[in-house]
């Protein structure tokens, strides 16, 4: 078998879904650990300098190209696969098991993906092409704001600006549920993917998925809510 | 006339002499020969799978949609061999004895002995393959006992075992059609066998998905297609199950032996209605640890927890002490019959027995577990419970379907019962090599006749089957296929597939064009009727002649009024059974036909005229020590060719299980 | 059980053979009792049927005890029917009540076409198994049954697995027609034991790219293979698969 067969097969796609996955799971603790320093109440200075940090380290700068290949491959993969498990059932049944077999979000991976991605196209928009390349289009340049005599930029500034649109907010919130639902099914997934199955690991795994699923979501979701409402000052 | 070609020498040598002697065919020559396998079940699968190892080009044939389907996985209790692991005595000439003895003196020596010698083989091979027998916590193979025995020889896997031992040996027949040593046609049925200069060299075939003829040569034809039980229409058969197969060969010129042994197995679900397609068996493994009762009073209408242990008739523990629960299938038939004739019977429609768990599920497994939990005075609650589990183990699909079909839960009520037409002893006569009375063509597993006699005892076909597919037929088809080597394969277009052909084509078609007003089936129930009524579980001289009569009046009306829809070039499943029902008429028959002749109870084939004082089966050895090989000789008409049994270790003695 | 009888309205799938186009068509059934199995209200209505010169509706069936796997009909939007851990011919007509609608399909899957009516072609399962759901094992090499002992806990998960009955209801409840809980029975079944070791690796690199041929789709652990199987086999199985197949992957030394 060669390295093309293995990650062509129906088991190596999934593969390849279930690695960028734990990696994208990884890189939301991450990116939800820095964002939560808005709640420090101090400005925004702890987030400026955290954002910072991750900005000006070459280490982290080559992650986050691994990060983009990463969301990539976890995107035309899925599409991939998407419409390929579709086209193997040319005549669908009149009645549909729906339910009764499964979850909605479960057998929605590709939907609520596609929601994902195109969040994803406006958050990227939002904050990483101002704080990496500069701002383009309509969107001004990043502030710069000094602590300490250094300068940072002002991300947390343009937070502040971006969550002044009510849309903007509810779109914020609505993609989080999307993602919420999208972890409830993958997180497990994931881990079934890559061989999973003594069943005392799969509770703790469970468990844990379902408390992620909650919570990382439910702590981004807060972030545009709490700018929007004037909850961080 | 009938050559059985037994090897000379004491009984326990003849198979270790057969194969020290017999001739083979060297790897090259294999490759040259063609062997057609008709059926995929335990003894389909097996010898098309061993032949296809050795090298012979082998052509399997099923009329299911993948061999993995064929009855023999419904089978369920487990499989016997004499392998002593319990070390409580057995032995291969226990094995032989208990199989000889419960098959009520009417099966061949030879044959019976080199079943015993191989079973072993059998358990050894299958764990090889990969079947998942049921283990201990040390990691050996776990034993149950079964009925007619008392040792505990048999090999299982929960109430499972025969679709274990299928799965694997149906894997091992994927292998080879893998490595193109076997090449596999399912839905596919034979229709008859082409016989050229008194050699069977091929068979006709109807593709059922196109209803096409096909033509195939084999240098040798194996007929490994089961029973013929559905001939009583209601049986624990699959639907499919026919008697086809056997029925062409039989009527091209091979003996059919001993049909009126038919087994009648006493643990299936009671008949619920005129609707019923078929019966579904409780395994006998059941009877290990349920305990079969009715009530002391006629007629009594009470629910079965509300009578009390001291009303209760435990009348197998009554009538057999020695054996109890676990006496034979004929046995045990015939008793529950007994009661339900004499008014005893339960349920709504008066027949059918109690088969009751409660009494072992506390005293045997939940004292052990209670026992093993370290509980001190466990109350019944906790015994209940502890046992259910062990219950569920053992045989927990078998009480899910019971639940599921009757929709009474067995672990809180006894489970109802009655006997129903299970596996027919009789079959294909065949020779010590498994060859049938035409040269070249075989018979084996339930097909033939030769090892159960009047009565198998259970968990002892699942181990025919095997015996004869992986360990006997690949040595005794050497010794006919060594001297074929210099036969080339036969073009089908010879003359006699051309007839052949021609013959199925013409029956085929008049069937089509009878279009009369009769299903199928429905000819098909009323046969099932008369078969039942009259050649069932106890025959009379007087029932067996208007049986005969009824059968060919049946015939008559079947082929100018039976009703079959669809076309013949297409899938027509309707079409499939009218061929199958045509011949189970002609076949009933037969059956009829030799029950009156054997004016002799033995096994399952119950005379009323011959009994004992207490009403248990009476041979007549001095008469009857000979299987009865019928030779076709045109409609309604048969000749009897006798073969006498000899016994030289098994001396027959009227059966006691008391 | 109290008994009682029903009419019923069925909406079947009728379609002559592999190459011509399907359609429903609608029955009425009378006087069905509650202790009838679904096939044998088939039986009612064929018979009806032939009665009436019509067409009978053709379906696979054999044993009838929930054992052979041939029955396969897709009955109001679930594989074999609304009871859980059940074959179709297991099903009893106690499920329905007087005035019920039946709609009756097919499997659908690419990979299961239809041949007529309610009957599919399986025969890709057969050849997923011989790409290699066996054990290489002749008749006559073995050694005695007791010289290896194996783990009750891997001989009953062993059994679990094996007790699959290759009826098809995975792929048809699959959103994706995969057939990963048949494929990771077998290989489950056969790799717990110390007998299929051996071959582990090439077993399940084979099965799957057999499977993969053959048209199933991948899994998603959506687990509605799992909710309608009448064996109950669990998708743990499927799990374990990954895992091996992954292990064999990545020790492929060429």
């Known amino acids: 078998m060669t390295w093309k067969q293995l990650f062509t097969s129906s088991v190596g796609k999934k593969f390849v879904m279930a690695l960028t996955g734990v990696s994208l799971i990884a890189f939301l603790v991450v990116h939800a650990g820095i964002n939560a320093c808005i ?16 900005g000006a380290t070459v280490v982290i700068r080559i992650l986050e190209v691994g990060l983009f290949i990463g969301i990539i491959l976890h995107i035309v993969q899925g599409l991939i696969l998407e419409a390929q498990n579709r086209s193997r059932r040319s005549i669908g049944y009149q009645v549909p098991l729906g339910n009764r077999g499964s979850k909605w979000y479960s057998r929605s991976m590709g939907l609520l993906g596609t929601l994902i991605l195109l969040f994803l196209i406006m958050h990227i928009y939002h904050f990483w092409t101002p704080s990496r390349l500069g701002g383009i289009g309509n969107i001004h340049e990043l502030g710069i704001i000094a602590y300490d005599g250094k300068a940072y930029h002002n991300l947390y500034g343009e937070m502040v600006i971006v969550f002044q649109s009510l849309t903007i907010v509810i779109l914020y919130v609505l993609a989080c549920i999307s993602l919420a639902y999208h972890l409830m099914h993958g997180f497990n997934s994931a881990f079934r993917t890559l061989g999973l199955h003594n069943q005392r690991y799969v509770r703790i795994v469970h468990a844990t998925g379902v408390a992620f699923s909650v919570i990382v979501p439910l702590a981004f979701a807060m972030m545009p809510v709490s700018v929007y409402l004037g909850w961080v000052k | 006339m009938l050559d059985s070609k037994i090897p000379a020498g004491p009984l326990e040598n003849k198979w270790n002499d057969y194969k020290g002697h017999v001739k083979l065919v060297n790897p090259a020559n294999k490759r040259k020969l063609e062997v057609i396998v008709i059926g995929t079940g335990l003894a389909g699968a097996s010898a098309a799978a061993s032949l296809g190892e050795l090298g012979y080009r082998v052509k399997a044939f099923c009329f299911q949609d993948s061999p993995r389907r064929a009855h023999s996985i419904a089978a369920q209790g487990g499989i016997n061999a004499a392998k002593n692991y319990q070390n409580d005595g057995d032995s291969v000439f226990r094995l032989f004895y208990d199989t000889i003895k419960g098959g009520d003196y009417r099966s061949r020596e030879a044959n019976t002995h080199r079943l015993a010698e191989v079973s072993a083989n059998i358990i050894d091979q299958c764990v090889a393959q990969g079947v998942p027998f049921a283990r201990e916590y040390s990691g050996l193979l776990n034993n149950r006992s079964f009925g007619g025995v008392q040792v505990k020889r048999t090999f299982y896997a929960a109430g499972q075992t025969g679709q274990q031992l299928l799965i694997g040996a149906y894997q091992a027949l994927e292998r080879q059609v893998a490595l193109g040593n076997v090449t596999m046609y399912a839905r596919h049925e034979m229709l008859d066998v082409v016989v050229i200069d008194g050699k069977a060299r091929g068979v006709i075939c109807r593709n059922l998905v196109t209803g096409e003829l096909e033509r195939h040569f084999g240098h040798a034809v194996l007929l490994c297609s089961g029973g013929y039980g559905n001939v009583f229409y209601l049986s624990t058969n699959a639907m499919g199950s026919n008697v086809t197969a056997a029925w062409k060969a039989h009527k091209k010129g091979a003996f059919f032996a001993n049909p009126c042994f038919t087994q009648i197995h006493p643990t299936c679900i009671p008949v619920t209605g005129d609707h019923q397609s078929k019966l579904t068996l409780m395994s006998e493994s059941l009877r290990n640890d349920g305990r079969i009762w009715v009530p002391k009073k006629q007629n009594d209408t009470r629910k079965a927890n509300d009578i009390p242990e001291e009303e209760r008739d435990y009348y197998l523990e009554r009538r057999y002490p020695a054996y109890g629960n676990l006496v034979p299938r004929d046995v045990a038939s015939r008793a529950a019959k007994e009661r339900c004739d004499a008014g005893y019977g339960v349920g709504t429609t008066k027949q059918a027995v109690y088969l009751d768990f409660r009494y072992n599920l506390i005293n045997k497994y939940g004292r052990a577990e209670a026992s093993k939990h370290g509980i001190e005075n466990p109350d019944e609650a906790t015994l209940v419970r502890l046992g259910k589990e062990v219950v569920k183990e053992e045989y927990g699909n078998l009480f899910d379907m019971y639940e599921k079909i009757t929709g009474e839960n067995p672990y809180e009520v006894p489970m109802r019962i009655y006997p129903a037409v299970h596996y027919t002893m009789g079959g294909l006569w065949v020779d010590y090599e498994l ?38 037929i690949p040595y005794t088809i050497g010794n006919y296929l060594a001297n074929e080597i210099s036969v ?19 029956r085929i078609s008049s069937l089509m064009q009878i279009k009369g007003k009769q299903s199928v089936e429905s000819f098909h129930k009323r046969l099932g009727k008369i078969m039942w009524e009259k050649c069932g579980m106890s025959r009379n001289e007087k029932g067996l002649n208007e049986a005969i009569e009824e059968i060919r009046a049946l015939k008559k009306e079947f082929w100018s009024n039976v009703r079959i829809p669809g076309e013949i070039n297409e899938m027509n499943p309707e079409l499939d059974k009218a061929n199958r029902v045509a011949d189970f008429i002609e076949l009933g028959e037969l059956i009829c036909i030799d029950a009156l002749e054997r004016t002799e109870s033995c096994g399952g084939h119950f005379r009323e005229e011959s009994q004992t004082e207490e009403g248990e089966a009476l041979r007549h050895d001095d008469q009857f020590l000979y299987v009865a090989a019928w030779e076709y000789n045109g409609e309604h008409n048969w000749k009897l060719n006798k073969e006498e049994l000899e016994f030289e270790l098994a001396k027959p003695t009227q059966r006691n299980y008391k | 059980m109290d008994h009682y009888t029903m009419n019923l309205t069925l909406k079947v799938w009728k379609q002559k053979n592999q190459s011509e186009r399907g359609h429903f068509e609608t029955y009425q059934v009378k006087d069905i009792s509650s202790e009838m199995s679904f096939l044998e209200m088939f039986d009612v209505l064929n018979e009806a049927l032939v009665e009436e010169n019509r067409e009978p509706i053709a379906f696979d069936h ?50 299961f076409p239809v041949i007529k009516d309610l009957i599919v072609d399986r025969h890709a399962f057969d050849r997923i198994i011989q790409a290699g759901g066996y054990i290489s094992v002749n008749t006559g090499n073995a050694v005695d049954g007791n010289a290896i002992p194996v783990k009750k806990e891997n001989a009953d998960s062993a059994f679990a697995a094996a007790a699959c009955i290759g009826c098809g209801a995975c792929v048809a409840a699959c959103k994706n027609s995969s057939a990963m809980l048949f494929v990771s029975a077998k290989v489950a079944h056969l790799s717990l034991l110390p007998q299929g070791e051996p071959e582990k690796r090439n077993r399940v690199l084979n099965m ?8 199933f789709g991948s899994c998603t652990m959506t687990e509605a293979c799992e909710a309608v199987c009448p064996k109950e086999i669990s998708v743990d199985n499927i799990a374990r698969l990954n895992g091996e197949y992954l292990s064999a992957a990545g020790a492929i030394d060429k």
């Not at chain 2, 018979?443 to 159960?452: I, P, Q, R, T, V």
């Not at chain 3, 679930?78 to 007509?93: A, F, I």
Request: with cysteine.
């Open chain 2, 435 to 472: 060859m049938t009375s035409i040269t070249g063509l075989y018979a084996l597993g339930e097909a033939n006749f030769s090892d159960h006699g009047a009565n198998r005892l259970g968990a002892s076909a699942l181990m025919q089957g095997l015996a004869d597919g992986y360990f006997v």
């Open chain 3, 208 to 215: 799957i790219e057999q499977m993969d041929k053959e048209g």
């Open chain 1, 39 to 54: 709640w420090a109440n101090d400005g925004g200075a702890m987030f400026n300098k955290a954002a910072h940090f991750m």
């Open chain 2, 488 to 506: 080339k394969p036969i073009p089908t277009t010879h003359e006699a597939f051309e007839v052949a052909e021609n013959a199925v084509k013409d």
């Open chain 3, 62 to 111: 054999d044993c009838r005890e929930g054992i052979c796997g041939m029955c396969s009909m897709y009955i109001n939007g679930r594989p074999h029917g609304p009871w859980h851990g059940t074959t179709t011919c297991q099903l009893h007509m106690r499920a329905f009540k007087d005035g019920d609608t039946i709609v009756v399909e097919p499997w659908r899957a690419n990979a």
